[in-house]
């Protein structure tokens, strides 16, 4: 059964239960990926394999996106929030008792799969029209100050005592299973569909062409999987550039760092959520073009205020950028293939852009390629595809 959005206040108690939920979620993801590399480096595993941790979990995204949609589309999607968040809780405490590190963090990114598809897909739900847009931007800020402050907690608490820092993000996530408890169960939105894998594969088939050939979710795909694929990647390249540019190798400096990106994209947010409206949304794409230039300018710095405040400045573009494409794939996938399968086709391609550009920078850094000459070669390229997207997009919209 297809889900009314509801005529509550934007921020009703549902909505506040989503975004605490997703706060303590995303906290725990940010603080474990840094508690992890810590353990990584405890055990003197190789640079190269830090990229490949995450390359496993962004894995389970795109072997999982044909199922997770319609999960989060056949139940209450709270409850399938709680599920999701109960797999982190358990990869968490693998790594904390001891198992092996990428195993353990594999796990997690099977619930994070499962995850994402039903905690944007619920927006849908529990609001409507131009709210959608102002919902993502809660979404997003909730999110990014869990970065902020996760991925400073996973390295602060790293350095003082790395046991201490693993079982942070146990407590974390319980904190968010408890909170998806508070999320009103909700009808399913589409209930009634085939379990069988080949049906489900081939519905998920139709679900990516149907969204492929439509212009506007075509180009909110797009750059989506851009900007996250770009994220992902500058985060880890921080590790390598801190130690070359800056002179400095704690665990702290590259967190606090990626801090700064984190209180520039709740501050784009907020810009979008305030200046941009779905039939609006291409005004967003000039900030996307100058994320890429802003990163080549980082890259050249040898201060760390500098790299705070170009890092500020990246993630406010990002911000920008981002959380309008999320509304219009969200307001245009649920009319078509449901809020559920957009989402997991979105995760499909923001993954896959995540894998092919982490698999890249793996590659670069195996063969030696400097830091400060990578972050530059990363910036050029990310402005041009961006800048490439906008131009297709205005003739795709001229031929409508």
Same mark, same amino acid.
């Given at each position: 059964?297809?889900?009314?959005p509801?005529?509550?206040p ?14 303590f ?29 995450q390359?496993?979990? $962004? ?16 139940f209450?999607k709270g ?10 809780l ?5 790594i ?9 963090? !594999? ?7 499962a ?11 529990i609001?409507?029209?131009e ?20 991925s400073?907690?996973?390295g602060?608490l ?8 693993l079982?942070?993000? /146990? ?18 939105a589409?209930?009634g569909?085939s379990?069988?894998?080949g ?12 969204l492929?050939h439509?212009?506007?979710t075509?180009f ?11 994220? /992902? ?8 550039? /801190?130690? $070359? ?5 704690d665990?702290k =400096?590259?967190t =606090? ?42 890259a050249?710095? =040898?201060t760390?205020?500098?790299a ?39 995760n ?12 890249l ?30 131009? !297709?997009s ?6 409508d």
């Open positions: 059964m297809n889900q009314k509801t005529a509550s934007l921020l009703s108690r549902g909505m506040i239960a989503v975004i605490v939920a997703q706060f979620s995303a906290f725990g993801d940010n603080a474990l990926l840094f508690a992890t590399l810590a353990v990584l480096k405890n055990h003197d595993y190789p640079d190269w394999s830090q990229p490949v941790l390359m496993l979990f $962004v894995a389970t995204y795109i072997l999982l996106a044909p199922f997770v949609g319609q999960i989060a589309d056949s209450a409850r399938v929030m709680m599920l999701a968040n109960s797999l982190k358990l990869g968490a405490l693998a904390c008792l001891g198992a092996n590190p990428f195993l353990g963090y !594999t796990l997690v990114g099977v619930g994070a799969a995850y994402s598809p039903a905690k944007y897909g619920i927006l849908t739900e609001t409507s029209g709210r959608l847009v102002k919902a993502n931007g809660l979404m997003e800020a909730s999110t990014i100050a869990a970065i902020l402050l996760g400073v907690a996973g602060v790293a350095d003082w005592h790395l046991l201490a820092a079982v942070c993000c /146990v407590l974390t996530y319980a904190l968010a299973v408890v909170a998806n408890i508070y999320i009103p169960r909700l009808g399913a589409r209930a569909q379990w069988y894998m049906r489900m594969v081939h519905s998920f088939s139709t679900a990516v062409r149907q492929w439509n212009s506007e075509r909110s795909l797009l750059g989506t999987s851009l900007f996250w694929g770009a994220g /992902v990647t500058l985060r880890f390249l921080l590790v390598l550039w /801190v130690p $070359v540019a800056l002179g400095i190798s665990n =400096t590259p =606090t760092l990626n801090a700064m990106v984190a209180i520039g994209i709740v501050i784009g947010a907020a810009a979008a959520a305030r200046l941009v409206t779905l039939e609006t949304v291409r005004r967003c794409m000039p900030a996307g073009v100058l994320i890429g230039v802003m990163v080549v300018l980082f050249l710095q =040898t760390l205020l500098n705070y405040l170009i890092l500020l400045l990246i993630g406010a573009l990002g911000g920008f950028f981002v959380v309008p494409l999320n509304a219009l794939l969200q307001a245009r996938g649920k009319a078509s293939v449901g809020a559920g399968n957009a989402i997991a086709v979105q499909l391609g923001e993954n896959s852009a995540m894998l092919l550009m982490l698999g920078y793996t590659l670069a850094i195996k063969l030696g390629a400097p830091a400060v000459a990578t972050g530059i070669g990363f910036g050029a390229l990310f402005a041009l595809a961006i800048a490439l997207l906008w131009w !297709t205005r003739s795709a919209r001229r031929q």
